[in-house]
């Protein structure tokens, strides 16, 4: 008899099934209640021959257990299954701050943190209603006459709230019990972080709606403490600029178009499993019109949330290329190439300095990009560039190189 063996697994229900997997991975499948059943009887100890049996004599259903578990052992989900299955995943990748235990992060799931962080907010919103004056505006952002050193600072302020955003991400869902990656990615042309935190997914609602949101939290209130500090010393510069970087960070989640953080409360709340996955597929099948519509697969209330969600995709990523096009990327080839003639044509180190600082900051953040973007998307621009030759390759071609290198050489 076939006996499996089981990692740590969670589930909850999700619609008519049950999502199961392992928190500490993100592995997650869905199955239906028979399937539920299956992982139960495995994970008490029955055979493979024995669940099939159980099965048919509670349930009345047939299933191919042996199947079924080939696809566990697919997901990542069996430490043993007889010998070590051919198709199973290879371990994770290690955690961001692996370290960090759920002990560690348990205060941050304390109910008294986000009251204290909306007491921050509302009495900073408050003050700015009395005192409109507090509000900083764009011409703070230009606080010295040195361009060099507005760059580096608005690079210092801006990398450092994304790494208190993320990692506010990362304590959350451990205090969940769910490991975290931060890493570098990419959404249309922008460069962003971002926390896998894929076993949230088996977590309560609450406490996934709780990580989703914990970056925005984390942005507000520290814009919230220094509009309260502004209040006191008056409008400073290093306060005027994390305030407009982190109000700048929060309305940028609201892009639901890219997977930011909006976006993953307005999949979760919709009931949607893949929202953005599902409307471009959605999409491809409008444009290419081959095969059967992927939307009529999906419930009723999921498929009107598809449907309406392609029309804000469509919209919003031909908006945002069409700004990168008219206004972003012409700015960035001016600086760029303004810092080159400064560098190239310097009469003296402070000039030179002030071209390479230009350089090192703007073109870093667009070769970390690329770097990015190619660690995501090489691999599949690799497999069309090889599907592409192949096609052109016609089989009368291939004959004819074949029996090209079968000529012997000439004397």
Do not use: K, N
């Amino acid at each position: 008899m076939t006996r499996v063996e089981l990692h740590d697994l969670r589930w909850r229900r999700d619609r008519d099934g049950w999502l199961v997997g392992r928190m500490d991975t993100g592995a997650v499948v869905a199955v239906p209640e028979v399937g539920m059943r299956a992982v139960l009887l495995l994970r008490d100890g029955l055979s493979v021959e024995e669940t099939r049996a159980r099965l048919l004599e509670e349930c009345s259903v047939r299933l191919d257990v042996a199947g079924f578990v080939a696809g566990l052992a697919r997901a990542g989900l069996l430490t043993v299954a007889g010998a070590a299955p051919a198709g199973q995943r290879r371990p994770p990748p290690r955690p961001t701050f692996a370290w960090l235990r759920p002990r560690h992060a348990r205060w941050a799931s304390s109910p008294a943190l986000p009251a204290l962080a909306l007491l921050a907010v509302l009495s900073a919103a408050v003050l700015v209603a009395a005192r409109p004056g507090l509000l900083p505006h764009w011409r703070d952002l230009l606080w010295s006459p040195h361009g060099t050193l507005v760059l580096l600072g608005q690079a210092a302020a801006g990398w450092t709230l994304v790494l208190a955003h993320e990692l506010a991400h990362l304590v959350t869902a451990r205090a969940a019990g769910v490991p975290g990656r931060i890493t570098l990615g990419t959404r249309l042309q922008f460069l962003a972080a971002q926390t896998d935190v894929s076993g949230i997914w088996l977590a309560e609602r609450r406490e996934r709606l709780t990580v989703y949101l914990a970056g925005m939290a984390t942005d507000l209130t520290a814009a919230a403490l220094c509009l309260l500090a502004s209040s006191v010393t008056g409008r400073q510069a290093v306060l005027s600029l994390v305030v407009l970087t982190a109000l700048t960070m929060v309305a940028a989640q609201f892009l639901v178009f890219m997977r930011t953080d909006v976006y993953f409360v307005l999949q979760d709340l919709t009931g949607c499993r893949d929202l953005y996955g599902e409307a471009v597929a959605y999409l491809r099948h409008l444009v290419v019109r081959r095969g059967p519509d992927p939307s009529l697969r999906l419930p009723p209330r999921e498929r009107v949330s598809v449907r309406a969600y392609t029309l804000v995709l469509v919209a919003g990523t031909a908006g945002c290329l069409a700004v990168a096009g008219a206004t972003t990327v012409p700015a960035l080839l001016a600086v760029l190439g303004g810092a080159v003639r400064g560098v190239a044509g310097a009469r003296g180190a402070p000039g030179v300095l002030d071209g390479l600082a230009v350089l090192a900051v703007v073109g870093g953040t667009q070769a970390l990009w690329a770097r990015a973007w190619w660690r995501r998307h090489g691999p599949r621009v690799r497999r069309q560039g090889r599907a592409l030759t192949a096609h052109r390759l016609r089989p009368a071609d291939r004959g004819r190189r074949r029996r090209a290198r079968l000529r012997p050489p000439r004397p």
